[in-house]
């Protein structure tokens, strides 16, 4: 007797367009070269503008695509089995930052040729801050610089707290002679000061340098700051 064997293939129900009169998606960031894990817990694909599939996956598997070249990126579509409407995506390559050689956790993003200390700066204390006459400086306190609060040079234009969607956890407060100072007790990702041309930007002491739109903040700031 002889046996035949049939295989079943089975098609997942992608939705490929939102239901009508229904809000686009917020685009998602992820990085290229590394596992990136998806926020929902579907099967996906994820489909490039030419339609073809770049990579797909079960519910728990992660994303990841090879590494781009330095400064570049690709959009795509991400699709999700069940009544989810596609997301607009980006893959960015992981080196994306113009800044000097500085901390060994930035080093995975930075470009490999880089601008000049003096247009911008990575600092860890107050004490290098002061130090520093860069343009733009970037400040990631040690935890010993949050005994008292941190304060940035008299004299500034202003000083503004950022609110983003990764959280934080700095606060502005000020005594009643006028002396201002940055606390960790807030919900603040970011503390700008500007005075002139000049940024320092102070950020929270749980900042997480692995979170693709932190560093996607920090590259925003880079080119605003046009230096």
Do not use: C
């Not at 990579?55 to 400064?71: F, H, I, T």
């Not at 306190?141 to 000083?159: A, I, N, Q, V």
């Not at 320092?200 to 920090?218: E, G, M, Q, T, V």
């Amino acid at each position: 007797m002889k046996v035949v064997t049939v295989m079943l293939l089975v098609l997942i129900p992608f939705l490929r367009s939102p239901a009508a009169g229904q809000a686009q998606p917020e685009e998602w960031n992820f990085f290229s070269g590394r596992p990136q894990f998806l926020p929902e817990t579907r099967d996906w694909q994820l489909v490039a503008s030419h339609g073809r599939i770049l990579a797909s996956g079960q519910a728990a598997d992660p994303l990841q695509l090879p590494e781009l070249r330095e400064n570049t990126s690709i959009r795509a579509v991400l699709e999700q089995s069940g009544p989810i409407p596609p997301v607009p995506v980006r893959i960015w390559s992981p080196r994306l930052l113009d800044l000097p050689k500085s901390l060994p956790q930035l080093e995975p993003y930075r470009l490999l040729e880089t601008i000049s200390q003096r247009d911008v700066a990575v600092v860890t204390t107050a004490a290098a801050y002061r130090a520093l006459p860069a343009a733009l400086i970037l400040i990631f306190p040690d935890s010993e610089e949050w005994r008292g609060g941190f304060r940035f040079l008299p004299g500034g234009d202003s000083m503004t707290l950022v609110r983003f969607r990764s959280g934080g956890r700095l606060g502005i407060t000020s005594d009643r002679n006028g002396d201002t100072a940055v606390l960790d007790a807030g919900d603040g990702f970011a503390v700008v000061w500007r005075k002139g041309k000049y940024q320092a930007i102070l950020f929270s002491p749980d900042f997480d340098f692995d979170k693709i739109d932190n560093i996607l903040w920090i590259r925003k700031k880079l080119k605003e700051t046009r230096l």
